[in-house]
C-alpha cells in the first residue's frame, strides 16, 4: 500500500485520512483550527447533504459539515487500496 496526498473533497465517504497541511487563510483557517483540524488529525467523510455540498465529517468524535470551497483548501493523505 502507498500513501496518497490529495484535498479533502477528493476523499470517498468512509475512507479515514490525516490532515496533512492547511491552506487556507484568515478567520476560515482558525475556524478549521479550532475545530480540531490541524496537522495529524484523523478525519472521515460521512454523509454529503442532497446537494452534495456541505459533507459531513467525523473529526475528534464530532460531526462537523464543511464545505466544498473550504475543504479544496485542506491537504490530506490516505492509503491507496
Do not use: W
Not at 464543511?66 to 487500496?81: F, M
Amino acid at each position: 500500500m502507498s500513501i496518497v496526498q490529495c484535498s479533502l473533497n477528493q476523499i470517498p465517504l468512509g475512507k479515514r485520512c490525516k490532515v496533512t497541511q492547511l491552506n487556507s487563510t484568515g478567520s476560515i483557517r482558525t475556524r478549521l483550527q479550532d475545530i480540531g483540524l490541524v496537522q495529524g488529525t484523523e478525519l472521515i467523510p460521512l454523509v454529503k447533504s442532497c446537494a452534495g455540498d456541505p459533507v459531513a465529517y467525523l473529526i475528534r468524535g464530532t460531526v462537523i459539515a464543511i464545505r466544498d470551497k473550504d475543504s479544496r483548501s485542506i491537504l490530506v493523505e490516505h492509503d491507496e487500496e
